[in-house]
T-cell receptor, first 112, second 117 residues
Framework: AQSVTQPDIHITVSEGASLELRCNYS??????LFWYVQSPGQGLQLLLK??????LVQGIKGFEAEFKRSQSSFNLRKPSVHWSDAAEYFC??????????FGPGTRLSVLP | DTAVSQTPKYLVTQMGNDKSIKCEQN?????MYWYKQDSKKFLKIMFS???????INETVPNRFSPKSPDKAHLNLHINSLELGDSAVYFC????????????????FGQGTRLTVV
């Protein structure tokens, strides 16, 4: 069965600093991978996705993620964080049976 | 122009009551889902429907019953509500990738915050 781990429950960065959120997955085949962001009281918004091809994918709001098969990872990065990036971030994998499995989430706080 | 809409956004009710949450998607997707997000933000799938047929039915009490009148709608009915049912419930939809057995990204509604008192 597929699973997703996000080792960091809570990360705090200063505005303007770089960011990396970690994601590891367990899946028996080539996965479809996603990063979502959830602002307080809101639904989940897709930041980016990986299906195949170039392992470095660009998303919205200046985010990017890199798929590394050897490490079963799909880490999310942003070179310069803005205060509006403070939110909950979820990594997810699409599995057989038309299911999406989500990681536990990483809460991002941004210091002014 | 909302892609996935669910109503109501907030629902406060007493223990023992029966309530429904409605969901509609206008994306033409074949697959719809209900997810439950607990107080620790953990997202867990409850049900998945594909073309009105139940695909996934996770370990959910029988008090929860999904209904899909057509592929654009997936409603969630909850009987005999309990305190532990308090959570945010998300509806989502996605499109199957032909021949892959996998789906493209899920589009989520804004969530329904259910509070049982």
């Amino acid at each position: 069965a597929q699973s997703v781990t996000q080792p960091d429950i809570h990360i705090t960065v200063s505005e303007g600093a770089s960011l990396e959120l970690r994601c590891n997955y367990s899946y028996g085949a080539t996965p479809y991978l996603f990063w979502y962001v959830q602002s307080p009281g809101q639904g989940l918004q897709l930041l980016l996705k990986y299906f195949s091809g170039d392992t470095l994918v660009q998303g919205i709001k200046g985010f990017e993620a890199e798929f590394k098969r050897s490490q079963s990872s799909f880490n999310l990065r942003k070179p310069s964080v803005h205060w509006s990036d403070a939110a909950e971030y979820f990594c997810a994998v699409a599995g057989y049976g038309q299911n999406f499995v989500f990681g536990p989430g990483t809460r991002l706080s941004v210091l002014p | 122009d909302t892609a996935v809409s669910q109503t109501p956004k907030y629902l406060v009710t007493q223990m023992g009551n029966d309530k429904s949450i409605k969901c509609e998607q206008n994306l033409g997707h074949d697959t719809m889902y209900w997810y439950k997000q607990d107080s620790k933000k953990f997202l867990k799938i409850m049900f998945s429907y594909n073309n009105k047929e139940l695909i996934i039915n996770e370990t959910v009490p029988n008090r929860f019953s999904p209904k899909s009148p057509d592929k654009a709608h997936l409603n969630l009915h909850i009987n005999s509500l309990e305190l532990g049912d308090s959570a945010v419930y998300f509806c989502a939809s996605s499109e199957e990738v032909p021949g892959q057995g996998l789906n493209t990204e899920a589009f989520f509604g804004q969530g329904t915050r259910l509070t049982v008192v």
